[in-house]
């Protein structure tokens, strides 16, 4: 496997390099890389496939400037395409000359890119639902050694008609 590190303005270059070889856009994904050592916080990462020389090749692509951008592969790969929003749309990563680059998981009205770290935690409330009730369907499914021996049936009554997990 080939791992590289480009800057911004080498990466249209180095991707039409690629297609020309036979390389083939396998994923792109945005990357948050705040306090990871980086001079450059945002960076995307791309992962290609040489089907004939069957290799694989990773690229990491330094997101520089505010708002953090680099060019957009579209035209040499059409499957960039939605790789490249998704990365807008969590990321905030722009991508020059992207034929439509709108948001594609989050509201259009949604404030921020939910995948930055310093992206607030809790902006969502997340209702907590009760679990179904847990049923053990045979011998040896408890972790109390007496119950693990004691049948069951479908609903998970024991012979005496008592339900397991009850007392929880």
Not at 35 to 44: C, E, I, K, N
Request: with cysteine; proline share 5%.
């Amino acid at each position: 496997m080939i791992d590289v590190e480009l800057r911004g303005d080498e990466w249209l270059a180095r991707a039409t390099e690629l297609k020309e070889s036979g390389w083939w856009l396998s994923d792109l994904c945005g990357l948050d890389r705040r306090d990871l050592g980086f001079a450059d916080r945002f960076g995307v990462v791309t992962q290609f496939l040489h089907r004939e020389r069957r290799e694989r090749q990773i690229v990491h692509i330094a997101a520089a400037g505010e708002p953090p951008t680099v060019p957009s592969i579209c035209s040499l790969w059409s499957g960039a395409n939605f790789f490249e929003r998704e990365a807008f749309d969590l990321f905030g990563i722009h991508f020059e000359g992207h034929p439509n680059l709108t948001r594609i998981m989050m509201p259009d009205e949604w404030e921020g890119h939910p995948l930055r770290k310093d992206y607030g935690v809790g902006k969502v409330e997340v209702d907590f639902v009760p679990q179904p009730f847990l049923q053990i369907q045979g011998l040896g499914q408890s972790p109390n050694s007496k119950e693990a021996m004691e049948k069951v049936d479908d609903f998970g009554q024991t012979e005496d008609g008592q339900r397991r997990g009850d007392s929880w």
